[in-house]
């Protein structure tokens, strides 16, 4: 997209730029894994756009095989893989997250 925009550039239509450019860095950030913190009083959402959840607004959220499921009351599913090079115990996950489901 970049190469492109520079074309672009060369040619003097600007406009055209400035929709290449957007568009590339639209392709980029939605290239980028999804990445969560979870805490004792919400799950936060690093990737653009940021955005921080109670546990209230979860039904379930749960690690199996390296697949993060965050299972929201509103019907919407978000899951994840997790690297494996990040060595996570998945029991202790688990009984983390339900006592904080527990307590809604």
């Known amino acids: ?3 492109l925009a520079g074309c672009w550039f060369g040619l003097q239509n600007y406009f055209m730029v400035a ?3 957007v568009l ?3 392709y980029h950030l939605a290239l980028q894994k999804l990445q969560f913190v979870f805490t004792a009083e919400k799950v936060i959402k690093l990737n653009f756009p940021g955005k921080e959840f109670d546990w209230e607004v979860f039904n379930n959220v749960v690690l199996k095989d390296n697949i993060l499921t965050l299972d929201f009351k509103n019907n919407r599913l978000i ?3 997790i690297d494996q090079s ?3 115990n998945e029991q202790q996950f688990n ?3 339900k006592s904080k489901l527990k307590i809604q």
């Open 1 to 3: 997209m970049f190469v």
């Open 19 to 21: 929709a290449l450019v």
């Open 24 to 26: 590339g860095v639209l």
């Open 79 to 81: 899951q994840a893989e």
């Open 86 to 88: 990040q060595n996570i």
């Open 95 to 97: 009984s983390f997250v």
